[in-house]
């Protein structure tokens, strides 16, 4: 099985081309439609908004430009772009006034009503998750190697330590947490998993306070498409635990995670491999025990670490280099697990950096835009493995600006030439 897209885009492919396999028109169509009903009925209750009119497709378009350009600015308030201060982008600002901006911002929904039967505390966004799960199922294949993990998505550093203590304390903490199983050949992110951390919830996940137990059901969740394809999961302390590697090999899933005494669930694990000898043996050394294909390894560098693989033998040597070309022996569970879990990192400091900055208060709209970000770098990811990215050469931040050049009308969105 190839790795990678699954339909060729050609060399001519704009930014637009590749962010609309994951968000095509009919799904910006339902925006338009969804918001304008949330006007309606928003008015019918609370009184008429005579500065409202109905927002069109390309206005729509507009609105997530104008939203995604927080991205590349790094600035908190997409308002800034009609300012006269440091983020101000006049040539941004003459497509919409703020006035009609801040009238759809008001009234923006993807789902504008709850039905009946409706329990999910993320029912204003889950049809949205949903088609941009289909679009990354449909658009990518991955590679044999993945890791689950919670991507960096938390508050920009640099906000952090300017901010005043205030404006911290106003900020309110995320409700939700974020799990995603990502291609560790490309950081392509293949599936996501979005965990409230309060309200209704109709996986029980709530009432579940055992952390390892949330940890296990995350991950099922992460890998209900993954059955019988082969996949090796790479799987940090939290997720780790025999009972779920065994359950995932029953499904032809393969498995290589880091274990702690702490974090992980080691239930069924021999106790005398989670303690540490007396005399801390020679950086390198290891010892193993096997049951089946399970082997836990326990790999001393600095440090006692343990593994719990089905995926690799224990008996295969890898390799840790070191800086100034150290060689330190290790098993290949061990080496292999640190090469994808360092290219995850990587990945995660060159790309959380494009994360749209504006943050607003409703939940729902946390996450959307969050999996719009999401949306845009794997879109950034195919199309640096199509003919395009050799026509342009766009970096992340350049394919960020074109993007949104092309959301706002200012750019041809397919180009001919």
Not at 122 to 143: E, T, W
Not at 189 to 205: F, T
Request: aromatic share 12%; net charge positive; with cysteine.
């Amino acid at each position: 099985m190839l790795l990678g897209p699954t339909r060729k885009m050609p060399p001519s492919a704009s930014a637009m081309d590749f962010f609309q396999l994951f968000v095509p028109d009919n799904v910006l169509k339902n925006m338009v439609v969804q918001t304008n009903m949330y006007a309606k009925k928003f008015q019918e209750r609370f009184g008429s908004d005579g500065a409202w009119v109905e927002v069109t497709l390309t206005e729509m378009k507009a609105f997530l430009g104008y939203m995604i350009s927080t991205s590349i600015s790094h600035c908190e308030s997409v308002l800034s772009i009609w300012s006269s201060g440091f983020y101000s982008n006049r040539s941004l600002a003459l497509v919409m006034s703020q006035a009609r901006f801040e009238k759809i911002l008001k009234y923006f929904h993807v789902v504008a009503f709850r039905s009946s039967q409706t329990t999910h505390g993320l029912y204003k966004v889950q049809p949205f998750l949903d088609s941009l799960q289909n679009g990354f199922d449909s658009a990518f294949r991955p590679s044999q190697t993945q890791v689950l993990h919670e991507p960096l998505i938390d508050e920009d550093p640099v906000f952090i330590a300017t901010c005043t203590e205030r404006e911290l304390r106003k900020r309110k903490k995320r409700k939700f947490s974020l799990w995603v199983r990502q291609c560790s050949s490309t950081g392509f992110i293949i599936q996501i998993y979005v965990h409230l951390k309060e309200g209704g919830d109709p996986d029980g996940l709530d009432a579940l306070k055992n952390k390892p137990q949330l940890h296990s059901m995350v991950a099922r969740s992460l890998c209900r498409n993954a059955a019988g394809k082969n996949y090796i999961i790479f799987t940090g302390p939290s997720i780790t635990s025999l009972t779920l590697f065994e359950e995932f090999e029953k499904q032809g899933i393969y498995c290589c995670g880091l274990l702690s005494s702490r974090k992980s669930d080691c239930t069924g694990l021999p106790l005398s491999m989670l303690a540490n000898p007396a005399s801390p043996p020679v950086r390198g050394q290891h010892r193993i025990r096997m049951k089946g294909n399970m082997s836990l390894i326990c790999w001393y560098n600095k440090g006692h670490f343990r593994f719990l693989t089905n995926a690799y033998s224990p008996v295969q040597q890898g390799v840790i280099i070191k800086r100034k070309s150290v060689e330190i022996p290790c098993p290949l569970a061990v080496e292999a697990f640190a090469a994808h879990l360092s290219y995850i990192c990587k990945y995660d400091d060159k790309y959380s950096k494009y994360f749209i900055s504006h943050k607003p208060n409703k939940t729902w709209q946390q996450v959307f835009w969050f999996a719009i970000s999401i949306a845009i770098n794997n879109a950034y990811i195919l199309y640096k493995m199509s003919d395009a990215y050799h026509v342009k050469r766009y970096s992340r931040a350049q394919f960020g600006e074109r993007l949104v050049r092309e959301l706002l009308g200012l750019e041809d969105a397919s180009p001919t030439h």
